[in-house]
């Protein structure tokens, strides 16, 4: 392994402490914000984008951050079928959201991981803060909205999608600055946003949660 199994064992904890605050978290406010069921989830959904630079700054192996991504897969699937922790999944509307998340991170890990972190970061991150951010704030914020195949978006969630997703892009960039690594230039990570609000738009059943972070990665990559 790249890093010695004391740095790993650290890079676990840290990802591993991080995800259950996550759910604690989840837990808490879905029992004082009863009626906003989509508040927990996008808690869970905004935050995880964390895990990516805890594992890029801790130095996580690939042969360790590839089966935890599928298996946390694995574990959103049951969670799915099953709600066995219904503050991450219940919204009261059929998406596959959560699967999808997880299984784009896997496959981003599985194509970047560790040579081209900033790319698995850069897509994990748009999507988490980005389209958390729409989430959140599109049906908060009165705005002029309009349907696309039968989903509500609004100028306030698109805004706050490219918003996010340009200012994680920036910061990712700086990231990558910092380590040495290739990196896109502002007209390439204003493309990557465009991108990314477009997907958000056009997808149905929570699937914007796989296209978004595998384009945004590749783009990331291709264009750095």
């Known amino acids: ?59 996580i192996d690939r042969l360790i951050a590839i089966p935890a991504a599928g298996l946390i897969t694995l574990l959103a699937a049951m969670n799915h079928r099953f709600r066995l922790l219904p503050a991450i999944e219940d919204v009261g ?50 705005s002029p909205c309009w349907l696309v195949w039968g989903q509500r978006k609004s100028i306030v969630g698109t805004g706050a999608m490219a918003a996010g997703s340009l200012a994680m892009l920036l910061l990712v960039r700086q990231l990558a600055i910092a380590a040495g690594l290739p990196h896109p230039e502002l007209p390439a990570l204003l493309a990557i946003t465009t991108t990314a609000v477009v997907l958000e738009q056009v997808a149905v059943g929570g699937l914007d949660n796989f296209t978004v972070p595998l384009a945004a990665g590749w783009l990331w990559q291709r264009l750095s």
């Open 1 to 59: 392994m790249a890093a010695g199994w004391s740095q790993q064992l650290l890079g676990v904890a840290a990802v591993a402490g991080w995800l259950a605050l996550l759910a604690l978290g989840a837990l808490q406010v879905r029992r004082r914000w009863n009626g906003q069921r989509e508040w927990s989830r996008k808690l869970v959904h905004i935050g995880t984008g964390a895990v990516v630079p805890i594992a890029w700054a801790t130095g």
């Open 93 to 142: 509307r059929a998406s596959f959201g959560t699967i999808a998340y997880g299984a784009s991170i896997t496959l981003l890990l599985l194509q970047f991981w560790p040579q081209q972190p900033a790319a698995v970061a850069a897509g994990v991150l748009v999507m988490a803060v980005g389209d958390g951010l729409a989430g959140l704030l599109g049906p908060l914020v009165s």
